[in-house]
C-alpha cells in the first residue's frame, strides 16, 4: 500500500489511543466513530484500482466460476463429441486396413498361383523348343553327315 494509506491507518491507530477507557474493560475504548468512518473512507479513496477490481471480482466470484464452469461442461462436451467421432473414424480405418491386408493377401497368392502358371508355361514352351532344336540339330547333322558322304563329281 502506499505512503498515504500506512498514514491513514496510523490515524486511526492514534483514534483508538486517544479514546476513552471504558470502565472494568481495560481492552476496550470509546472512538469518535464519524471521524473512524472519514478515515477509512479516505483509505478506501487511496486504495489502488486493482485492489477494487479484485474485491468486485470476490463478490461476482460464484458468478465467474458459475460462467467458468459452464465454459468447462461445454469443452468437455465438445471434447467427448470429438472422441466419438475419432473413435468411430478409427473403427473405419481400422475396418479399411482390414480389408486392404485381405485385398493384398489375395493379391499375394493370386500373383504366386499366376508366377507359377507362367513359370510352368515357359518352362513347357522351353521344353519343346528344346525338343525342336534338338530334333532340327539332329537334323542338320544329318544333312551335313549325307553332304559329306556325297561322291563328288
Not at 478515515?39 to 458468478?63: F, G, H, M, W, Y
Not at 472422441?83 to 479399411?96: F, P, S
Not at 500373383?111 to 525342336?132: P, Y
Amino acid at each position: 500500500m502506499n505512503e498515504n494509506v500506512n498514514d491513514l491507518l496510523n490515524m486511526i491507530e492514534e483514534a483508538m489511543e486517544e479514546g476513552r477507557k471504558v470502565p472494568f474493560m481495560d481492552s476496550q475504548r470509546i472512538v469518535d466513530i464519524e471521524a473512524v468512518r472519514e478515515i477509512l473512507d479516505e483509505i478506501r479513496k487511496a486504495l489502488p484500482e486493482e485492489l477494487k477490481q479484485a474485491t468486485a471480482i470476490v463478490k461476482d466470484r460464484s458468478t465467474i466460476m458459475a460462467q467458468a464452469n459452464k465454459k468447462a461442461e461445454m469443452i468437455i462436451q465438445k471434447a467427448e463429441e470429438r472422441a466419438r467421432v475419432l473413435v468411430g473414424q478409427q473403427q473405419i480405418t481400422k475396418a479399411a486396413q482390414a480389408k486392404a491386408a485381405e485385398i493384398l493377401s489375395s493379391a499375394q497368392t493370386e500373383a504366386r498361383q499366376m508366377r507359377s502358371s507362367i513359370t510352368e508355361f515357359c518352362d513347357n514352351k522351353l521344353k519343346k523348343l528344346e525338343t525342336e532344336l534338338a530334333q532340327a540339330t539332329d537334323d542338320m547333322k544329318t544333312l551335313r553327315n549325307s553332304l559329306r558322304n556325297t561322291p563328288k563329281s
